[in-house]
């Protein structure tokens, strides 16, 4: 008797425990993405350190605003914001994009982050308040300071429609509780054909070594394109990086090709809005995993010493992620930094692989259907 009343009280425990998940991921307006994401992490993942929120925009036909507001009141806590946007490039104008935080009970002042106009694009630095800084493609809370609730505004400016923003994300991290993973990876080998090996070398521009971030997005775009998802995209992919690279370059001081919002802007206008294009900070290797098994290949950023990568990538550098090999214990990744096709697959070892994207926070280009 007594084991069948401890039975029984397991059973309403784990029942009430998935109702209480459920109710709190499946916030409509957020889409299937997010809640999709969540599970993985929450579920699987040694880390949670990083949520994903998504706002598909649907606009009224007459529409007469030139402005978009997005407020999320009530958030998780955290220390880092990223930023980024699906919309149609403006034929004339620019949006300018704002985000305010919310801490101690109090909104920050609007602080703009990024201008996207028809021939230039560029982000800003802003650090004048004490406790919210605006880095260029993030907002990182100062003096252990954690803030709750976003804000962001779009503003169609000198012509822009502001009809043609599409989506806004922004993937919130709190950075003390990122964990670099230690267990082992036992999940099915998987891999993904058909992304073609492209190296940044080839692309004919005095600033070929720091291509990897274009030259990554434009092989994954190149995948889509060759199943026909959309067109335009050159067989040619050295070419098409090189009339790419200046839609994609930070024109502010940075004078970057890797700037993360505008890399995934860019990627959703070539693919005609077939894509949705997003900046993410994944919690691990098992929400890589997840994309990898739906044949969504990723490109992520690594950082420092990777077993087997052409140099030390003490700056950074993006790679794409195009399957898992259980029996190698390793990730198969197309690696733009070597200069032949032949050398470009790389099988890195899972753990040197962690530690080379954790240092770069597990960040990450989702590039999906």
Not at 28 to 34: C, P, Q, S
Not at 47 to 62: E, G, M, P, T, W
Not at 189 to 201: E, N, R
Not at 260 to 276: E, M
Request: glycine share 4%; net charge positive.
């Amino acid at each position: 008797m007594k084991k069948k009343l401890l039975f029984l009280f397991l059973f309403v425990i784990t029942f009430l425990n998935s109702k209480v998940f459920v109710k709190r991921n499946n916030n409509k307006k957020f889409g299937n993405i997010k809640r999709k994401i969540l599970f993985v992490a929450k579920k699987n993942s040694v880390n949670s350190f990083s949520q994903f929120y998504s706002k598909l925009i649907k606009h009224h036909k007459n529409i007469k605003e030139n402005y978009y507001i997005w407020l999320e009141n009530n958030s998780n806590y955290f220390n880092e914001l990223i930023l980024s946007w699906n919309a149609f490039r403006p034929k004339k104008g620019k949006y300018s994009f704002y985000v305010s935080v919310k801490y101690n009970n109090r909104w920050s002042g609007w602080q703009k982050i990024a201008e996207w106009a028809d021939k230039y694009q560029k982000t800003f630095l802003n650090t004048k308040n004490t406790f919210v800084h605006t880095k260029h493609v993030r907002v990182e809370m100062q003096k252990n300071k954690k803030a709750n609730g976003f804000r962001i505004k779009v503003l169609a400016q000198n012509g822009a429609k502001i009809k043609n923003l599409k989506s806004l994300f922004v993937s919130l991290a709190d950075m003390n509780k990122f964990i670099f993973e230690k267990k082992d990876f036992n999940k099915a080998t998987t891999i993904i054909k058909g992304v073609p090996k492209v190296s940044q070398w080839s692309v004919k521009h005095e600033r070929a070594k720091d291509f990897c971030s274009p030259t990554s997005t434009a092989m994954v775009l190149g995948y889509y394109s060759k199943k026909r998802l959309f067109r335009g995209i050159s067989n040619k992919l050295s070419g098409y990086i090189k009339k790419m690279a200046p839609k994609i370059h930070d024109d502010s001081y940075l004078d970057i090709y890797g700037a993360w919002p505008f890399n995934v802007a860019q990627a959703f206008d070539l693919s005609k809005g077939k894509l949705s294009c997003s900046v993410q900070r994944l919690n691990g290797m098992e929400q890589l995993y997840y994309f990898l098994r739906r044949r969504i290949p990723v490109a992520v950023s690594v950082r420092g010493y990777l077993k087997g990568g052409f140099k030390r990538y003490d700056n950074g550098h993006f790679v794409v992620v195009v399957g898992w090999d259980n029996k190698r214990k390793a990730l198969l990744c197309i690696d733009p930094a070597f200069p032949t096709l032949r050398k470009m697959l790389r099988a890195y070892n899972f753990k040197d692989f962690i530690k080379a994207w954790g240092t770069s926070r597990n960040l990450t280009y989702i590039l999906k259907p």
